[in-house]
């Protein structure tokens, strides 16, 4: 087989840009493994990354999707996999990678690649990966998350907002979950918040204070930047930590340094990924206590299943904040 069908970006631009076509087959790389693929998880950096807005960007034709669920088709000699392992896995566009899993292969990271249960789906594989390994390596490895301490979780019903609400009351948390609409509200209220506000028709700051008293935000996190942002920043308290995620509103905030300052406030980058090779163990180590959460069924990930060719029709939903979870395309 010299091509395979996938979703193409053939010049950065908007993801509406993207058409179902042929690619040439890749070749997998050093410490790479080429994947048979089965499930593909949607991210809003997929949206960044067809514009060029991403940290990195790929050289043109490329397939994006950044998580995958399949079956290996070749690794090195000496990897931890072997041909035909059910696996999930870090598609390698997220450094400049041409081939992402929205296409019937792709070509994943091996230190970001992990052996999925018998028991694990394709599809809860996919939605686990990403969501859950990044808010478990930001509440435990990067705050350090201590029982009773209240954490803010910034859109609170997307996939890894949800992730993290799940893992922080599982550490005896408590929990803020904010999101944009009623619907959001109602659907999170069975992973038992301790306190929900749509901060679309309620003020987040005079919300929590009236509650809680004067900053009383231990752990912020946060996936979207902009004025958001800066609203949790100020309710953190002395020796508060803010976990940076994302930027899905597209806005980079400056950091309020003099207020960091006086406050005793700790900014806390969060991107996982980065321990490919600095600490692959830990990831490896971590994935499988995810694996066992879900197995004892004390971790819920919420996902929807879709077909390949409605990628596209998903992928302008998450832009425009319609969906709730992941959403998880099958081919």
């Given at each position: ?10 010049e ?5 840009n993207l058409?179902i076509?042929n690619?040439?087959?890749?070749r997998?790389?050093e410490k790479e ?11 809003f950096?997929d ?6 807005m ?11 999707g950044?998580?995958v669920?399949?079956i290996v088709?070749?690794c090195?000699?000496d990897?931890?996999?072997?041909v035909?392992?059910r696996?999930?896995?870090?598609c ?5 990678g041409r ?9 994943s ?5 992990y ?5 694990i ?5 996919a939605?686990i990966l990403m969501?859950y390994?990044?808010?478990?390596f930001?509440?435990h490895r990067?705050?350090?998350?201590k ?6 979780v910034?859109?609170a019903?997307g996939?890894?907002g ?8 599982l ?10 609409s009623d ?9 038992n918040?301790?306190?929900i506000i749509n901060y679309q028709?309620?003020?987040?700051k005079?919300?929590?204070?009236n509650?809680?008293g ?8 946060d996936?979207v ?5 800066e ?6 308290s002395s020796?508060g930590r803010a976990?940076i995620v ?6 980079i ?10 406050k005793n406030?700790t900014l806390?980058?969060?991107?996982m990924?980065?321990f490919?090779?600095d600490?692959?163990?830990y990831l ?9 959460l879900?197995?004892?069924?004390n971790?819920?990930?919420?996902y ?5 060719e409605?990628?596209?029709?998903y ?7 319609k ?9």
């Amino acid at each position: 087989m010299s091509e395979y069908k996938a979703w193409i970006q053939n010049e950065v631009g908007p993801f509406t840009n993207l058409k179902i076509g042929n690619m040439e087959m890749p070749r997998r790389g050093e410490k790479e493994v080429l994947i048979e693929t089965k499930a593909a998880t949607l991210n809003f950096a997929d949206l960044l990354l067809s514009g060029g807005m991403y940290q990195s960007n790929p050289q043109t034709p490329f397939v994006p999707g950044f998580e995958v669920a399949g079956i290996v088709k070749e690794c090195a000699e000496d990897s931890h996999l072997k041909v035909g392992d059910r696996v999930v896995g870090a598609c390698t566009v997220f450094r400049s990678g041409r081939y992402g899993s929205f296409g019937e292969f792709c070509i994943s990271s091996e230190n970001l690649t992990y052996k999925i249960p018998d028991e694990i789906s394709y599809e809860a594989a996919a939605s686990i990966l990403m969501a859950y390994l990044t808010s478990d390596f930001a509440l435990h490895r990067r705050a350090q998350i201590k029982e009773d301490e209240r954490v803010l979780v910034n859109a609170a019903a997307g996939g890894v907002g949800l992730a993290a609400i799940q893992l922080a009351k599982l550490s005896n948390a408590k929990v803020i979950a904010a999101v944009g609409s009623d619907e959001k509200a109602e659907f999170i209220k069975k992973y038992n918040p301790d306190l929900i506000i749509n901060y679309q028709k309620e003020n987040l700051k005079e919300v929590i204070e009236n509650k809680y008293g004067k900053r009383p935000i231990n752990i912020f996190y946060d996936q979207v930047g902009g004025e958001p942002y800066e609203e949790g920043l100020r309710l953190l308290s002395s020796e508060g930590r803010a976990l940076i995620v994302g930027f899905a509103s597209g806005n980079i905030p400056n950091q309020l340094l003099s207020y960091l300052l006086v406050k005793n406030i700790t900014l806390m980058g969060v991107f996982m990924i980065s321990f490919e090779d600095d600490d692959s163990a830990y990831l490896h180590s971590r994935m499988e206590s995810l694996f066992n959460l879900y197995l004892d069924k004390n971790i819920d990930p919420v996902y929807e299943i879709i077909p390949f060719e409605k990628i596209l029709d998903y992928l302008d939903l998450i832009g425009s904040r319609k969906t709730i979870g992941r959403i998880v395309a099958t081919i």
